[in-house]
């Protein structure tokens, strides 16, 4: 593209005149927080799924008032003023005071400051927030350390979830006192209140008393030790969870008339701070309740290694036996609170708690479950270790509370035998042997839940709580990261013997179940292949046959044969709903995506999909749609539950690699295998003394093995092992589910090697499926599709100003490669954290609900659901992606610019672009580039979440921004710092294509406002958009503008281009008027934008006294 160098030259400039945008609406943004001083971290973002009357933050019950178009000379509204909204939660954490002076080179994932939970609910469409402090602990503290420090009450992480009118929000504390924690309570004291949770609420032993150690006392790790003794002594951390209700009528906490409002429980504690907790991950389904998972960490936090993205001090590395904790609350039972005496048995909902004079917070009545291990990680000894390592669970109905076992019995399920032990530091122990064969010696750990919750209405479910509705259950999908913990066999990853036990790597284990009956200290089901020998590792001296699994290897302390595997890590998940999934023709139920590579962290990887697709015999009231046994396999070996170490099987076929790709032309040579055997790296990361230079791909492709893509080579990337193509990277997976249709992103650097050093970057990519992810193509035609177009930057070794695209052209339901969607080029600026929602929000609501508002609070005065939310449009979707600075990846992370976003329609086919990077007249994109949601070049933004109204027109996204600066210590100084909320609009298909408007122009980039006569060429750029879609229907995608017109105030001085550029030299001295306009397809002309331009013959420099007042 002949532009394609004057438009880089002016990116900068472009984004910083704030005057294009995608959306149709006209900038909307509020600041939650508005504590510029307090950092603000962990912003979220949910949607209910109904009305309510549309209020103001303050009380005061009136209209949403809307915009009007963006860069529109009308003033009429976008959308009229709507009398009812949807109820938008957002959370967050904020610094409320002091500092706890921490190097900010090694904060990573945690936080050291006094912040506490917020949470921040709007009533009006985002217009207004009312913002609450939900931990209050920040100013408090449960620990002392040795140097005689108070510790704060710091939170480091917070999160939450929404399930019809309930708010579930959980969160991990310094603070670990106080909350009135089930551990604490003692059946003989409170027996009359454990017995009403028994007879009254079904619940059990399990349920009401701590069988797995939850009652300690709260610990510490000292960081000193392990080399950080700026860090020093840090308490442990423990987990809290609130509940929120949408309540109808007036708050009795303010002296507002309000229509509606959020009444908040007391805080309430669930572990005592022995063991250090971490990452919650919570979810809710209405109708079921709502579940928390969590990893606790019994040496602490690890620092980690900081290889990876995310690995150093977030809690993706722990100390053997991290397990991951479960807790849930029923739907029924969440909102049941103590009344004002506090009297057992007696329990009040809280809309009638509400209606109490002076009500305090209430306290939850129902609590919820006491956490229990859901993974099998800790070490069950003979003697001294918690209750539930002796206890029968078949008969967990006749358990004594105050009689505990203490030791093995013949009936004990996780200690049936014990044998002997010795421990890599020399020790020897008894240790127990599970009914099933495991050994539990406390050498693995868990981390990084990701999960999902799906409910479905159980046979013979009941209306327990008699208001109406027959009680749901849900199913939990959810897997975790797990250590290998190669060390117990004194072997290296291969199989060979090793001098010392070494601990390498990861394995991702799936877990699903009912949520009121969780498997405890399960094992679950890995989902990565075991590993194949490649032909192209350098230095290799292990034994394996090219292209086949290593040898099995015997596990010396259960007996069971055992696979190698390569590093897995960074779960995510998709799932479709239990009838989604029945009403599918692929009857796909999940798609279980993760990270592999062939080096440990931080290597060159790519990401792998497993589907779950329910079978033919499926009933829905009873069979789980998710179970493991589900998860499409061609070959399982073990699945007789006879290995102790695949209780549940293994998949021996290979994963869907939908981030696979063909090497074309790398530095070494052209073709894939030629390629890969100049890869110069060991399997154990290393590089051999003799590599002086490292190998870079050029160009590349992905393959079906079918397509006639030029350049692929005859074979299926699909099905390829992460190191077929061992230079790529990939991360950043997710995506959803709709039926058959799957949406899959990631982000994509085609060298590892080069990235880690800013010397490549990541591009963000799509792919689609339309067949519950058999196959991966465009927008088949029976679902609009018409055939799309793509481009790829093969520019590794070319500079930004002289990088050409290469343009791939598919047909309707064709193969398609990954779509580069960002395009981004040269290496100063990558790809961070991505982000997505389908229209409805990740629950896909299918409309908005009216039932809520008319049972409580009466007939509404409009018709309800609005047009835009009445039913989903499948078709769109939203994403918005964070840049980061490259130049500052050999130092560590990416640090966070700026925030862009697109709407794709046509199920992502069409993405809709920035429109001045447009050249109307000929259509040519002079530049791809998505719109901004935050640009300004000296606030820094990412953890950007968002969510979209069913119809596609409206999307919400809250992110936390920041600026910063490094004090002459070298510590880092964060200011300006909070929460914002945007809100972005889009006019209705039908509206658009039927409502008639003038188009807008703008002139977008001016190279000078004064110019000499042998000065270099003046360079106008203008741009345009047509406010309608009138006259569009053969070009839907187009911009509408179909000519462009600048000119002058010198008579026959004019231009029918976007870009002017012409010589100073000739125009009469003085200042000159330079007028911009733009015609529609319609033939409607724009007011014509004006700019002002001094002409001299020379310039001449004067040079004036300083003067300083």
């Known amino acids: 593209m002949k532009t394609k160098i004057l438009l880089f030259a002016l990116i900068v400039v472009m984004l910083a005149s704030n005057l294009a945008y995608a959306e149709d609406g006209a900038l909307f943004r509020r600041n939650i927080s508005k504590t510029p001083d307090a950092e603000t971290e962990k912003a979220a973002i949910y949607m209910m799924d109904f009305y309510v009357p549309a209020q103001a933050s303050t009380g005061l019950v009136g209209p949403v008032i809307y915009p009007p178009l963006a860069d529109s000379e009308d003033t009429t509204p976008l959308y009229e003023d709507r009398y009812y909204a949807k109820p938008l939660v957002s959370v967050y954490i ?43 602990s920040a100013d408090l503290s449960s620990f002392f350390l040795a140097n005689g420090y108070a510790y704060p009450g710091d939170v480091h992480n917070v999160v939450h979830q929404v399930a019809g009118d309930q708010i579930f929000i959980a969160w991990v504390s310094k ?57 020093g002594e840090i308490p442990y951390s423990c987990v809290w969870t609130a509940r929120g209700k949408l309540l109808p009528g007036d708050d009795p906490s303010t002296t507002e008339a309000e229509a509606t409002y959020v009444m908040w429980t007391k805080p309430e504690r669930l572990t005592s701070g022995g063991r250090d907790a971490n990452l919650p991950a919570v979810d809710c389904a209405m109708g079921a309740g709502c579940i928390l998972t969590w990893q606790e960490d019994p040496e602490g936090l690890r620092p980690g290694q900081g290889l990876g993205p995310g690995e150093g001090w977030s809690g993706a590395i722990a100390n053997g036996k991290t397990d991951i904790w479960y807790s849930y609350i029923s739907y029924a039972d969440f909102d049941l609170v103590f009344d004002q005496d506090g009297t057992v048995g007696t329990p009040v909902t809280m809309a009638d708690y509400g209606l109490l004079a002076d009500a305090t917070l209430p306290k939850p009545y129902v609590p919820m479950a006491m956490p229990v291990r859901l993974t099998d990680n800790n070490m069950c000894k003979s003697i001294n270790s918690d209750p539930y390592c002796y206890i029968d669970f078949d008969s967990i109905d006749a358990i004594d509370p105050l009689a505990l076992p203490e030791s093995p019995t013949l009936d004990s399920d996780f200690c049936a035998s014990t044998m002997s032990w010795t421990t890599p530091g020399g020790a020897t122990l008894d240790i127990c042997v599970t009914e099933d064969g495991r050994v539990l010696n406390g050498r693995v750990a868990s981390t990084r839940v990701r ?12 209306d327990a709580d008699e208001d109406g509705v027959v009680e749901r259950s ?60 490649s032909p192209w590792t350098v230095g290799a001296d292990y034994v394996c046959d090219e292209y086949e699994f ?134 154990d990361g290393s590089i051999p003394d003799e590599i002086s230079g490292f190998p870079k791909v050029l160009e590349w492709r992905q393959c079906d093995g079918t397509a006639a893509i030029d350049g692929c080579e005859d074979d299926n990337d699909l099905d390829d092992q992460s190191w077929e193509n061992p230079f790529d990277l990939a991360k950043g997976h997710r995506g959803f589910l709709d039926g058959d249709y799957v949406m899959m992103m990631y982000a994509f650097s085609p060298n590892w090697k080069a990235q880690t050093v800013g010397n490549d970057h990541y591009n963000l990519y799509v792919r689609r499926s339309f067949d519950g992810g058999l196959t991966w193509t465009t927008t088949p035609a029976a679902l609009g599709g018409a055939g799309t177009t793509a481009t790829e930057n093969y520019c590794v070794e070319t500079s930004a100003d002289e990088c050409v695209g290469t343009e791939f052209t598919y047909a309707a339901g064709a193969f398609e490669q990954g779509r580069n969607v ?35 609070i009466g007939t509404p005065s409009e018709t309800l659901p609005y047009d835009d939310d009445l039913v989903r449009d499948p078709s769109k979707f939203f994403m918005i992606y964070e840049t980061g600075d490259n130049t500052t990846v050999a130092e560590g992370e990416a640090v966070p610019l700026n925030l862009y976003y ?46 979209v109204n069913p119809g596609g027109t409206f999307m919400y996204a809250v992110w936390n921004q920041w600026q910063e600066e490094i004090l002459p210590d070298g510590h880092e100084l964060v200011f300006d710092s909070d929460i914002i909320y945007r809100r972005f609009m889009y006019e209705m298909d039908d509206v658009a294509a039927t409502t008639e408007r003038l188009p807008v122009a703008t002139i977008v980039y001016v190279s000078t406002l004064k110019a000499a006569y042998d000065d270099p060429d003046i360079i106008l750029v203008g741009g345009g958009r047509d406010l309608d879609r009138i006259g569009n229907e053969d070009d839907p995608a187009g911009s509408g503008i179909d000519n462009v017109r600048w000119w002058s105030d010198i008579e026959g001085h004019e231009c029918k281009e976007r870009i002017w550029q012409f010589p100073p030299r000739g125009l009469i001295p003085g200042l000159h008027d330079f007028s911009f306009a733009v015609q529609d397809n319609e033939g409607h002309w724009s007011q014509p934008k004006t700019i002002r331009i001094l002409i001299a013959e020379q310039f001449h420099d004067i040079y004036l006294p300083l003067i300083a007042h």
């Open 550 to 683: 290593f040898p099995v290897q015997t596990d010396p302390l259960n007996g069971g044969e055992f696979y190698l595997t390569e590093i897995a890590r960074r779960f995510a998940l998709t799932t479709n709903s239990v009838q989604a999934a029945m009403d599918s023709e692929s009857g796909l139920s999940a798609m279980l995506i993760y990270k592999q590579g062939i080096i440990n962290q931080g290597g060159p990887a790519d990401i792998f999909l497993r589907r779950v697709v329910i079978p033919d015999d499926f009933d829905a009231a009873v069979d789980n749609p998710y179970a493991y046994e589900n998860m499409e396999c061609a070959e399982w070996a073990y699945t007789d539950g006879s290995n102790p170490n695949y209780l549940k099987g293994i998949c021996l076929s290979p994963a869907i690699n939908i981030s696979g790709s063909t090497i074309v032309e790398c530095s070494g040579g052209t073709g894939n295998d030629t390629c890969a055997d100049t890869f110069p790296v060991a399997d």
């Open 175 to 231: 603070y670990c006192d106080g909350g009135s924690p089930l551990y604490k309570l003692d059946p003989t004291e409170d027996v009359d209140y454990f017995d009403d949770l028994k007879a009254t609420y079904g619940k059990d032993a399990v349920y009401l008393y701590d069988l797995f150690g939850v009652k300690g006392t709260q610990g510490s790790v000292n960081y000193t030790l392990q080399g950080f003794p700026e860090i």
């Open 94 to 136: 904020d610094d409320t005071g002091g500092d706890v002076a921490i190097s900010e080179a090694i904060r990573g994932g945690m936080s050291f400051g006094h912040f506490d939970a917020y949470v921040g609910v709007s009533l009006d469409d985002g217009t207004s927030w009312r913002t609450t402090n939900l931990s209050r």
């Open 822 to 856: 960002s395009q981004l080029i040269g290496n100063k600026i990558t790809i961070l954290d991505p982000r997505y929602s389908p229209t409805g929000g990740l629950k896909l609501y299918p409309t908005i609900r009216t039932d809520w508002l008319e049972a409580n």
């Open 902 to 947: 697109s709407r794709a329609t046509v199920y992502g086919d069409v993405w809709e672009l920035d429109p001045d990077w447009y050249e109307e007249e000929t259509g040519e994109i002079l530049d791809y580039r998505w719109p901004w949601a935050e640009n300004k070049a000296e606030i820094l933004s990412g953890e950007a979440g968002m969510l």
């Open 474 to 533: 849900a199913w939990v999908v959810m897997a975790a990261e797990e250590t290998k913990a190669l060390g117990d066999q004194l072997i290296d990853p291969y199989g060979n013997p090793a001098e010392n036990p070494i601990d390498i790597g990861k394995d991702v284990w799936y877990y699903t179940f009912d949520m009121f009956t969780p498997p405890i200290v399960d094992q679950g089901g890995m989902l990565n292949q075991p590993a194949t020998c």
């Open 451 to 462: 999960l999902n919750l799906k409910p479905y209405t159980p046979e013979g479910a009941v």
